[in-house]
């Protein structure tokens, strides 16, 4: 018998477990022993080193009862046997609470009446899952009990273990309220110019090519609605001031003929139609952005809207890049609160406004102007960015990107296509169910990309089944660039790789501190480690990507609810664990540790070798104190981070208090925020503005996601002075090492 015990413990006899979803695994005594420990912990507050006994009693019964291939139920059983007729009478009560605990919580999962009793409840991870929705007005909890209604039916509807997996919190289906239930896609590049060209169709409007940029935005807020209402992803702009610049020409020529009837001077002339068409640029760009932050789409919230612009060099178009630019600078209403839609993000190109001597350096001296005032723009880097995705396009939604794709006449395509869904891996689990042991961790996490594969071909093999005229914004009127015939399949949009659909991933940091320790940064053998990792994601997107003709991409999650749902899962499941579990939350992506004090190059040199492996969505952060006085030190970063990496946002103290005019940051509390100087918690009063997983909110007005103001209070407060004070009386020569303009 002891010979059977060890074969079965060593798994040489290539004993079987299969699962409750129907699959079929290796059997592995660990997760018995650590089932029991589990339950000694709650009992004692402590593990027993002597259960050996108990393990060793149980895998004999399975071998002799059941030979090599077992069940979940069988398992069990003979668990609760064994531990019943052991002196432990109460870890063995513990043991049975809690398997009828989680067979009752697997139950209420997909039953709708529970989800929908949760919502009346005010349930916190559902009432704040999402920082931009308001779930204090009624359109929004309109569309929070249909999505606990969607989620429940949606997970009735996917592969039983993956749902399984999800509901352990081993993988996260997103967007679980919209898709599956409905076959919908996610982010997209909206066709603006296509649809402005040939015109479209919404509701019982059909809308011909604007003839002024006052009724392109006014079109493009319109669109922007319209898909954002029949997807649930973000929406961008793709080069916006290249895609306007044709219908603010229209203005000033309209203008120019205006000036010829009033004014006899030809000089006169064209600097009034320049300087009326400059107004009108002006007026187009300010109702963009309070049309965007006003609109409400069917799902009970702003659009999540991206302006992507910082290419165009004509006059025009260097206008348009101003406007958008001053427009955010002057804020919201009479108190000029920060605008939190839409994302901006300026691009920065060597020869076009990366240098003094390049003709648009005049607007980048607004962009760092704006993003130390709004934390807007962020900034795309050209030449690495084509270096890592294949072609330039800005983040579909807040980093999210498109791999480059040609159609079959050779042209580059950008605009049009889109994301069909996301599916993340909790990383941080199968580091800790590993238990250190490096070789049990790449088969735990081979085991976990299988269950990811058929969580992602699912996604596609669903959306696929929609039919052009249940979006008509995007399958039939231009949105997505080719215009489908009713009987079209819309897999035409989708397949050879035109559409992404995307592997996520979080907790890179975490897993590496279950091997190295928390101070990893610095150990390269640790570094090697997490690259490695993020290559196995890679190989197995690119695999899938060849077997099944979509463009399977490695995506660095943006975790809003997850940091808090995966650590809080993990943290009931295995107890408080230091730097790990411990924090309440996980770090998002490849992100370095946002507890410890890098200075912007330094983050910036460490998180520069991940995108190359996970280019389907990436974006790098750095934290700074009030840069308003100190524009120099930000460009110094920026052009630091040129040639290094693709994507960078600006993390820096934008809140404003009414009551006593203090600027800077406001402290995080457990019941919001408060202003540092006078204890000020009124929203009506303050303007709290925080960056939440891309995109900004406000979470005065907008419940923050659980767990998020604990990350926040552990992000870099100040970095050092060498950093951001420039040298007395020198001008900045900017080159790749900035570090030579600083103290």
């Known amino acids: 018998m002891e010979q059977t015990f060890k074969g079965i413990k060593e798994n040489k006899t290539n004993t079987i477990v299969i699962k409750r979803d129907g699959r079929v695994v290796n059997f592995n005594p660990n997760k018995i022993k650590a089932a029991i420990n589990k339950a000694f912990t709650h009992v004692y507050s402590s593990e027993d080193a002597e259960i050996s006994e108990l393990v060793k009693d149980i895998i004999t019964k399975l071998s002799t009862r059941y030979g090599q291939e077992l069940t979940i139920n069988q398992i069990q059983r003979v668990t609760e046997e064994v531990l019943v007729a052991s002196e432990y009478n109460e870890v063995a009560q513990a043991y049975i609470s809690y398997r009828v605990q989680r067979e009752q919580e697997r139950m209420l999962s997909v039953d709708i009446n529970e989800s929908i009793k949760a919502l009346t409840a005010k349930e916190s991870t559902l009432m704040n899952e999402n920082a931009n929705k308001d779930s204090r007005v009624f359109n929004t909890q309109r569309d929070l009990t249909a999505g606990v209604t969607a989620k429940a039916i949606g997970l009735k509807m996917l592969p039983p273990h993956v749902a399984n997996a999800h509901l352990k919190g081993q993988i996260h289906y997103h967007d679980l309220d919209y898709q599956p239930y409905a076959p919908m896609t996610n982010c997209s590049l909206i066709d603006f110019e296509t649809m402005f060209n040939e015109g479209f169709t919404i509701g019982n409007a059909q809308v011909e090519s604007p003839q002024s940029i006052q009724t392109a935005t006014a079109q493009m807020a319109q669109i922007i609605a319209n898909v954002a209402s029949s997807q649930y992803g973000g929406t961008s702009a793709n080069r916006i001031d290249e895609i306007l610049a044709p219908y603010a020409e229209k203005n000033y020529h309209k203008n120019l003929k205006m000036a010829h009837q009033w004014i006899e001077d030809e000089d006169k002339q064209k600097a009034f139609a320049v300087s009326k068409t400059k107004k009108d640029i002006y007026d187009a760009m300010q109702s963009l952005e309070y049309e965007i932050n006003t609109l409400y789409t069917s799902q009970g919230q702003t659009p999540f809207t991206t302006l992507g612009f910082g ?91 498109l791999q480059g794709w040609k159609d079959d006449n050779g042209n580059e395509v950008n605009d049009g296509r889109m994301n069909l869904g996301v599916v993340t891996l909790n990383l941080p689990r199968i580091a800790i169910e590993s238990s250190e042991n490096k070789e049990q961790f790449w088969s735990i996490l081979e085991e976990r990309l299988d269950i990811m594969t058929d969580a992602l071909v699912y996604r596609v093999e669903r959306v696929k089944e929609a039919l052009p005229e249940n979006a008509p914004i995007l399958y039939q009127y231009g949105a997505f660039g080719e215009r489908l015939n ?33 101070d990893w940064e610095e150990n390269k053998e640790a570094k090697d480690f997490t690259l490695e990792v993020i290559k196995t994601l890679k190989a197995k997107a690119d695999e899938l990507g060849e077997q099944y003709g979509y463009h399977f991409s490695v995506y660095s999650t943006p975790s809003e609810s997850l940091t808090d749902r995966f650590c809080r899962m993990d943290k009931e499941r295995f107890g408080s664990i230091p730097n790990i579990t411990d924090k309440d939350y996980y770090t998002n992506s490849f992100h370095y540790d946002v507890r410890k004090n890098p200075t912007p190059f330094e983050k910036i040199e460490f998180e520069k070798d991940y995108p190359q492996y996970c280019s389907g969505g990436f974006i790098h952060y750095c934290e700074y104190p009030n840069m308003r006085q100190n524009l120099k030190a930000l460009e110094t970063v920026w052009d630091f981070a040129y040639d290094k990496i693709g994507y960078l946002g600006t993390n820096t103290p934008i809140d404003h208090c009414y009551e006593c005019d203090f600027d800077g940051e406001f402290e995080a509390t457990e ?21 939440t997983c891309g995109y900004l909110g406000n979470p005065q007005k907008r419940p923050m996601v659980r767990g998020r103001h604990k990350e926040i209070n552990a992000r870099v407060k100040h970095i050092p002075d060498s950093v951001v004070k420039l040298k007395r009386n020198q001008k900045a020569k900017l080159s790749n090492d900035s570090r030579s303009v600083l103290e």
């Not at 955010?328 to 240098?355: M, Q, W």
């Open 486 to 518: 009713e009987d079209e399949s819309v897999d035409k949009l989708f397949k050879n790789k035109r559409a992404t659909v995307s592997l996520g991933y979080i907790g890179l940091y975490e897993v590496a501190t279950a091997f190295y320790g928390p």
């Open 671 to 691: 019941r919001g925020f408060k202003c540092p100087q006078c204890g000020n918690q009124n929203p009506d009063t303050s303007d709290v503005v925080k960056r």
């Open 311 to 401: 290419l165009g060099t004509s006059w025009i178009e260097r206008e348009i890049q101003f406007a958008i630019l001053k427009v955010r600078l002057e804020g919201l209403g009479s108190e000029k609160r920060t605008a939190i839609f839409p994302k901006l993000v300026f691009t920065l190109r060597d020869g076009v406004n990366l240098k003094e001597v390049d003709p648009n350096y005049d607007i980048k001296q607004l962009a760092l102007e704006c993003t130390a005032k709004r934390m807007y723009p962020d900034v795309l880097m050209y030449d690495k960015l084509v270096e890592l995705t294949g072609s330039f396009k800005v983040p579909m939604g807040c980093r999210s990107f």
